[in-house]
């Protein structure tokens, strides 16, 4: 691979409003999944480098957190932050809407992409449009927002359409050699991904009931041969959370604990031993501090 000359290596940031589709994208264009997806807004809350690496190219793409312009909380400000810093060292921008949707908070997030940068519009989810005719009027309607270098509709569960998307993308990385090894998936540690992949079990088997502002601590990780074993706190805002998260004798929270073990295992390929607590601390998404020691920037 590195003998190639014209061998490229770049970052690319996805940025786009909350539920978009930008972490199923991520996963999609690393084959495997590295950032947790689920139907609540803020899901994705850190910076998460995933790595493809190929023939003639490796394509570091960091999957940002949406911007947040409805709530100024300390959670939103820290997330927003890492959205801005982001942008301000990557060598394109793939700016994701859904497709026949672009309303007020996909523009607030446009106008806050830098001019120095190449931007890309990917209209996400092209199936939900009825015919060609419509994608087209949709498009350019969009386009007269910003000039845009490329405009790429396609569907993140395609497998062509994500083939197409790495080959628009890319001329857009640099000459030179690869940062990663070949097998990289990401630069997160195997302690970040078991919280992540907790959290977002957290967040589907609780629906709508549990507020957003719930997170993960890893509170010990050790590893004898292949088991790992993993002992996790998660975190709510108050008592009647904590209860709707461990369910009627327990059953809730087993059901989280099992899907994430499950999805431990398949990352890791060896076998997990998870036990999670439940743990009540109040005011902990408002507090910079606080924010600091749960790892949030």
Known sequence: MNDKTDFRCGTVAIVGR???????LLNALVGQKISITSRKAQTTRHRITGI??????????????????RHATAL??????????TLSSVDVVMFVIEAGNFGPDDEK?????????????????????????????????????RDFREIVPLSAKRADDIKHLLGVLRPYLLEGEPIYGEDDLTDRSERFMAAEILREKVFRWTGDEIPYTSTVIIDKYEQEGRLRRIFASVLVERDNHK??????????????????????????????YLEVFIKVKSGWADNDAGLRAYGYE
């Open 18 to 24: 909350p539920n978009v589709g930008k972490s199923t």
């Open 52 to 69: 493809n690496t190929t023939e003639d190219a490796q394509y570091i793409f960091v999957d940002t957190p949406g911007f947040q312009t």
């Open 76 to 85: 939103n400000r820290s997330l927003n932050r890492a959205v801005t810093s």
């Open 109 to 145: 997030v446009l106008n806050l992409l830098p001019e120095t940068t190449p931007v890309l519009l990917i209209v996400n989810k092209r199936d939900r449009m009825n015919s060609a005719e419509e994608m087209l009027l949709f498009l350019r309607k969009v386009s007269e927002v």
């Open 243 to 272: 209860a709707m998260i461990i369910g009627s004798k327990g059953a809730k929270l087993k059901q989280i604990s099992t899907d994430a073990r499950h999805d431990m295992e398949k990352l890791f390929d060896g076998p997990v």
